[in-house]
């Protein structure tokens, strides 16, 4: 008697057109029950934006009285200000793949994985649904900022940018934890990998210091840094009189490159999660 196949992987789905109406339902409907989701429980965007109000009121409050860093025409605070927009964002999203491991665990990946949905859709539902809660956090960052005094841009067409580069850094960062999430594959090293992996990212960055303030070597990081040009395009936009030291133009080319380059990547090795 001939035994039993072991079940191998789900078949790949086909992959369509990216701007064809099936391909973006597919990503609309991921998007929809990850927000689903957040809004039946928001405590850990609101509790993931304690840490960067306490940045504001207690780091930038000294650092600001104590005129040790030169930030040109603007205050300290005001310079900070989008820095910690940047680490809201990097931070929630860099451990938004504890939940792509907890879907797995509970085996809805596989069932994502079996549907006729592509793996990019599947891949860039997740990271538009991590652009939301970005959001969120860049609603709270301005509220404060704006009751301490920092004199912010509030023209709509920059409040727009600033929330487009705050999607656009969250799908970014979020879809590189995918990328960690299918290779430890584990909830406990992923917090370790995780806490190694934001305090490099946030310090070698312009975000609470200027990159000219760095040594040769952390410079050339700092540029290789993505959340660099995060936080220049939100600094450009978010603050009255501040300039942006990249240009808008490849500030916003550097992250959409790196995010569609991570995005073929995940998308490759999403169904490694279950494997």
């Not at 793996?119 to 991590?130: D, E, P």
């Not at 409040?159 to 990328?179: C, D, E, M, P, W």
């Not at 978010?238 to 990249?246: K, N, P, T, W």
Request: overall charge positive; glycine content about 6%.
């Amino acid at each position: 008697m001939t035994s039993a196949r072991p079940a191998g992987p789900p078949a790949a789905s086909a992959e369509v057109n990216p701007l064809s109406p099936s391909y973006l339902e597919q990503v609309g409907a991921v998007a929809d029950a990850e927000f689903r989701k957040m809004i039946r429980d928001p405590t850990e965007i609101f509790s993931r934006a304690v840490q960067p109000i306490l940045w504001l009121l207690i780091f930038g409050q000294v650092f600001s009285k104590l005129h040790e860093i030169p930030t040109g025409a603007i205050s300290y605070l005001a310079f900070l200000a989008p820095g910690v927009l940047a680490q809201s964002v990097l931070f929630s999203a860099i451990f938004y793949g504890i939940n792509v491991i907890w879907e797995k665990d509970l085996g809805v990946i596989h069932k994502l994985l079996v549907s006729p949905a592509a793996r990019s859709a599947l891949v860039l539902g997740k990271a538009l649904s991590s652009g939301f809660r970005g959001l969120v956090q860049a609603v709270i960052i301005y509220l404060v900022s704006f009751l301490l005094g920092v004199g912010l841009d509030l023209r709509p067409p920059h409040i727009l940018g600033v929330f487009a580069a705050v999607i656009l850094g969250s799908a970014t960062f979020s879809t590189f934890s995918l990328i960690v999430a299918c290779w430890v594959k584990s909830r406990d090293r992923f917090m370790g990998i995780g806490q190694v992996l934001t305090m490099p990212l946030f310090f070698a960055s312009s975000a609470i210091y200027p990159i000219g303030l760095m040594p040769a070597w952390l410079r050339v990081v700092a540029h290789a840094n993505p959340l660099s040009y995060l936080v220049d395009a939100m600094r450009s936009l978010m603050i009255e009189g501040a300039q942006s030291a990249e240009g808008l133009a490849l500030d916003f080319t550097v992250l959409a490159l790196v995010f569609l380059l991570l995005t073929a990547f995940a998308s490759r090795v999403y169904p490694n999660l279950i494997r």
